[in-house]
Structures are given as C-alpha cells and as structure tokens.
C-alpha cells in the first residue's frame, strides 16, 4: 500500500474509532488494527493522537464549510447568500452524525486555541471576506470587520456546539438558526421611513 493509501486508511479507520468509542477508548494500536497498518505506519505520518484527531476534524469541518460555500454559489445579494449559508451550515450538522460526534469532542481533546486556529484556515478568512463585501455592496451596515468577524465567528462556533451537544438536533439547529438569522438582520442598513400620504 502507497503512503498516501495509507494515511487515508489510518485517518478513515481513527474516525470511525473516534466516532463510535470516543478519542480516550481509542489506542493508536486500535488504529493501525482497524486499517491494517503498523504502529510504526501511524508513528510515520502522524505524531501522537491528538495530532490524527485533528487532522479527522479538519476533514469534517472542511466538508460543513464547503456545504456553506457552495449554497452561496446562487445569485442573490451578498447578505442573501450569507442567510443561505448559515442555513447550510447548521443543517449540514444535523444530517452529518459522525461530525456532531467529533464537535462534542473537539474542545476537550484540541482546546480552544487549537480549534481557533484550524477555523482560521478556512471559517475566518471566508467570514472576513464576506462582510468586507458585503459592507462594500451596501449589503451591511458600515461596521468594523474584525469585530463583526470575531463575534459572528464565536456565534456559529457556539451554535453548532449546542446542536451537537443536545439529542434532538434537528430542533435545536431550527431554533438556532431563527436567532441567528434575526441577529444576522440587525446588520442590514435600516429602511428609510415610507412617507405618509396627507
């Protein structure tokens, strides 16, 4: 088996581990016995467990992400979009089980600042750019991008935390959104007052 084959078999047979018994029962002997490597195989591409784990996680998150991305792909106006893909993004969780069992177990196996920066691959820069546009096209009220970046960043981390914490996804990711989409609205520039006829 190639290397590559290999480090796809490893990172297939960890979560499959990962989801079904969690990342404390699982031993990289578990590991390399479910993908029918060595040891020495997983030591070579990967250097401890947590190291694997994130490497699972990033994979699930990159394929969330994408959903989010792709159902921009439409026309519509920019903020429109961002509706649409926070929509995207919370059901991917909910039809995604094996992605839930992961995000229970991020923060305790990774801590925040490991998990910050794999968002900061992908989530962040994409939520920069997105409001920088929107702001730009009139979309958004003028609001400091960072900050706006920052906040929005925590509110999607916490929202799919939630979903994924709780035993009726589908609901909590309904009700979710319902807030998020309301807070998302606050950014819109407010319409002028329509006139009264005498």
């Given at each position: 088996?190639?290397a590559?084959?290999?480090?796809?078999?490893?990172?297939?047979?960890?979560?499959?581990?990962?989801?079904?018994?969690?990342?404390?029962?699982?031993?990289?002997?578990?590991i390399?016995?479910?993908a029918?490597?060595?040891?020495?195989?997983?030591?070579?591409?990967?250097?401890?467990?947590?190291?694997?784990?994130?490497?699972?996680?990033?994979?699930?998150q990159?394929?969330?992400?994408?959903?989010a991305i792709?159902s921009?792909?439409?026309?519509?106006?920019?903020?429109?979009?961002?509706?649409?893909?926070?929509k995207?993004f919370?059901?991917?969780y909910v039809?995604?089980e094996?992605?839930?069992?992961l995000?229970?177990?991020?923060m305790?196996v990774?801590?925040?600042?490991?998990v910050r920066?794999l968002?900061e691959?992908?989530?962040?820069p994409?939520?920069?750019s997105?409001i920088?546009?929107?702001?730009r096209?009139?979309?958004v009220r003028?609001t400091p991008?960072?900050?706006?970046?920052e906040?929005?960043?925590s509110?999607?981390?916490?929202?799919?935390l939630?979903?994924?914490g709780?035993?009726d996804a589908a609901r909590?990711?309904?009700?979710?959104?319902a807030?998020i989409?309301f807070i998302l609205?606050?950014?819109?520039?407010t319409?002028?007052p329509?006139?009264?006829?005498?």
């Amino acid at each position: 088996m190639s290397a590559a084959l290999t480090r796809v078999a490893l990172l297939d047979a960890a979560k499959t581990l990962f989801v079904t018994k969690g990342f404390d029962e699982t031993s990289i002997e578990d590991i390399a016995q479910l993908a029918q490597a060595s040891k020495g195989a997983v030591y070579h591409h990967f250097s401890d467990k947590r190291e694997i784990f994130a490497e699972v996680f990033r994979s699930s998150q990159a394929v969330v992400i994408q959903a989010a991305i792709d159902s921009m792909s439409g026309s519509g106006q920019s903020w429109d979009l961002v509706e649409a893909a926070t929509k995207a993004f919370l059901r991917s969780y909910v039809a995604d089980e094996d992605a839930r069992a992961l995000l229970r177990q991020v923060m305790g196996v990774l801590g925040w600042d490991r998990v910050r920066a794999l968002d900061e691959e992908v989530a962040l820069p994409f939520l920069r750019s997105t409001i920088e546009e929107s702001v730009r096209t009139g979309q958004v009220r003028p609001t400091p991008i960072e900050a706006t970046a920052e906040l929005l960043f925590s509110l999607f981390c916490n929202a799919v935390l939630f979903v994924a914490g709780v035993p009726d996804a589908a609901r909590a990711s309904s009700d979710v959104e319902a807030v998020i989409l309301f807070i998302l609205a606050g950014l819109k520039p407010t319409q002028p007052p329509t006139p009264r006829r005498p």
